[in-house]
C-alpha cells in the first residue's frame, strides 16, 4: 500500500513540474521591430503591414505597442525562436542583396553586432531611382534586424551595430558608422574617393567635428546639453539646446531613454540653429547623437 501511495504521488508531481510555465522576462525593442517580428518571410516584410500587429505564443506571451518601442513578455525558448525567425528573413533579404550584381555580398558577425556590404556605384546611383532605393533597401532591413536581435540578446533596446560599406571593385571602405544613430550618407565624390583609399566619413559632413556633451536637463520638448570639450566651437556657450519639436531633430535617432547625467557624441559643424522657443539657451542642429558607451 505504502508503494502504491508512493507511485501516485511521484507521478503526481511529474505531471505538476510538467505543467510549470517556462519564465519569463521583458523585452523592449525598436518600434521598427514591429515590420518583421515574425513574419514568416521578406515578402511579407514589404508588405509592412502593422495595422494589427501581434506575435503568436510561439514568439511572445504578451506584446503591447508603445510609442516609440515594443514590449515584450517572453521566455528564454520564445526569444530563441524570434531570434531563429529574424535570421531566417536576413537570409533571404542577403540572397535578394546579392543577386543584384555577382560582386554584391554580405557578411554580419555571429553576435548581431557587425556587418559589412559590398557594394558599386551603378547600384548606388543608378539612373533608374526606384531601383537604386530598392537596393538600398535590403541593407537597412538588415541592420534594422541585426539591431533588433542584438537587442533581444543584450535586453537593450539602445544597441548599436556597427555597419561598413565597402567599394566592391577596390575592397576600400565607402562609409562606416554606428546604425541607427549615424545615417549613411553615400555621394559620387565619396564613391570616387573609395577607389583608392577608406572613406570613414562621407563628404557631406567636412567641417563637422564630433563634440561630447553631457546631459544637463530633459524635457518633452527640448535637450539641454553642457559642451564637455570645448574645442574650435562653442567655446564661450555653457549650455545649447536641441529642440525636439523643430525641423532640426527630425532626422536626430534618440535612444529610449534619456536622463540627466547622460553622456553624448554630438556631429556638429559649430553653426546654431535658428528657432524660437522662449529661452536665451541658444539651439544647435546636430546630424548626429550617439550616445557615448557606444561610441567608444
Given at each position: 500500500?505504502?508503494?502504491?501511495?508512493?507511485?501516485?504521488?511521484?507521478?503526481?508531481?511529474?505531471?505538476?513540474?510538467?505543467?510549470?510555465?517556462?519564465?519569463?522576462?521583458?523585452?523592449?525593442?525598436?518600434?521598427?521591430?514591429?515590420?518583421?517580428?515574425?513574419?514568416?518571410?521578406?515578402?511579407?516584410?514589404?508588405?509592412?503591414?502593422?495595422?494589427?500587429?501581434?506575435?503568436?505564443?510561439?514568439?511572445?506571451?504578451?506584446?503591447?505597442?508603445?510609442?516609440?518601442?515594443?514590449?515584450?513578455?517572453?521566455?528564454?525558448?520564445q526569444i530563441k525562436n524570434l531570434i531563429e525567425n529574424?535570421?531566417?528573413?536576413?537570409?533571404?533579404?542577403?540572397?535578394?542583396?546579392?543577386?543584384?550584381?555577382?560582386?554584391?555580398?554580405?557578411?554580419?558577425?555571429?553576435?548581431?553586432?557587425?556587418?559589412?556590404?559590398?557594394?558599386?556605384?551603378?547600384?548606388?546611383?543608378?539612373?533608374?531611382?526606384?531601383?537604386?532605393?530598392?537596393?538600398?533597401?535590403?541593407?537597412?532591413?538588415?541592420?534594422?534586424?541585426?539591431?533588433?536581435?542584438?537587442?533581444?540578446?543584450?535586453?537593450?533596446?539602445?544597441?548599436?551595430?556597427?555597419?561598413?560599406?565597402?567599394?566592391?571593385?577596390?575592397?576600400?571602405?565607402?562609409?562606416?558608422?554606428?546604425?541607427?544613430?549615424?545615417?549613411?550618407?553615400?555621394?559620387?565624390?565619396?564613391?570616387?574617393?573609395?577607389?583608392?583609399?577608406?572613406?570613414?566619413?562621407?563628404?557631406?559632413?567636412?567641417?563637422?567635428?564630433?563634440?561630447?556633451?553631457?546631459?544637463?536637463?530633459?524635457?518633452?520638448?527640448?535637450?539641454?546639453?553642457?559642451?564637455?570639450?570645448?574645442?574650435?566651437?562653442?567655446?564661450?556657450?555653457?549650455?545649447?539646446?536641441?529642440?525636439?519639436?523643430?525641423?532640426?531633430?527630425?532626422?536626430?535617432?534618440?535612444?529610449?531613454?534619456?536622463?540627466?547625467?547622460?553622456?553624448?557624441?554630438?556631429?556638429?559643424?559649430?553653426?546654431?540653429?535658428?528657432?524660437?522657443?522662449?529661452?536665451?539657451?541658444?539651439?544647435?542642429?546636430?546630424?548626429?547623437?550617439?550616445?557615448?558607451?557606444?561610441?567608444?
Amino acid at each position: 500500500m505504502k508503494r502504491r501511495l508512493f507511485s501516485i504521488f511521484a507521478i503526481l508531481l511529474f505531471v505538476l513540474s510538467g505543467c510549470q510555465k517556462e519564465p519569463t522576462s521583458k523585452y523592449i525593442l525598436p518600434i521598427e521591430s514591429q515590420y518583421f517580428l515574425g513574419k514568416e518571410s521578406y515578402e511579407s516584410v514589404k508588405e509592412h503591414d502593422t495595422d494589427s500587429f501581434s506575435l503568436d505564443s510561439t514568439y511572445a506571451n504578451e506584446v503591447t505597442v508603445e510609442e516609440d518601442c515594443l514590449v515584450l513578455e517572453a521566455s528564454d525558448s520564445q526569444i530563441k525562436n524570434l531570434i531563429e525567425n529574424n535570421q531566417k528573413i536576413m537570409e533571404e533579404i542577403a540572397q535578394e542583396f546579392e543577386a543584384i550584381k555577382d560582386n554584391y555580398t554580405v557578411e554580419w558577425s555571429e553576435d548581431y553586432s557587425s556587418v559589412t556590404f559590398n557594394v558599386d556605384d551603378e547600384g548606388l546611383f543608378s539612373d533608374n531611382a526606384a531601383e537604386a532605393l530598392e537596393n538600398m533597401s535590403h541593407t537597412f532591413w538588415i541592420n534594422y534586424i541585426l539591431q533588433t536581435n542584438c537587442a533581444l540578446m543584450n535586453q537593450d533596446c539602445d544597441t548599436t551595430v556597427n555597419v561598413t560599406y565597402k567599394n566592391a571593385d577596390s575592397g576600400h571602405i565607402l562609409s562606416k558608422g554606428l546604425f541607427p544613430y549615424e545615417e549613411f550618407t553615400i555621394t559620387q565624390e565619396d564613391w570616387e574617393l573609395s577607389q583608392s583609399q577608406d572613406v570613414m566619413r562621407s563628404i557631406e559632413y567636412d567641417g563637422y567635428i564630433d563634440m561630447k556633451m553631457i546631459v544637463e536637463q530633459v524635457d518633452s520638448d527640448k535637450i539641454i546639453f553642457a559642451p564637455q570639450e570645448k574645442d574650435s566651437f562653442y567655446s564661450n556657450d555653457e549650455s545649447l539646446c536641441l529642440c525636439l519639436d523643430s525641423v532640426y531633430a527630425d532626422d536626430i535617432k534618440l535612444p529610449h531613454q534619456i536622463e540627466e547625467g547622460d553622456v553624448f557624441v554630438l556631429r556638429l559643424d559649430g553653426s546654431y540653429a535658428l528657432h524660437e522657443d522662449g529661452d536665451d539657451i541658444p539651439d544647435i542642429a546636430p546630424v548626429a547623437l550617439i550616445p557615448e558607451k557606444y561610441y567608444e
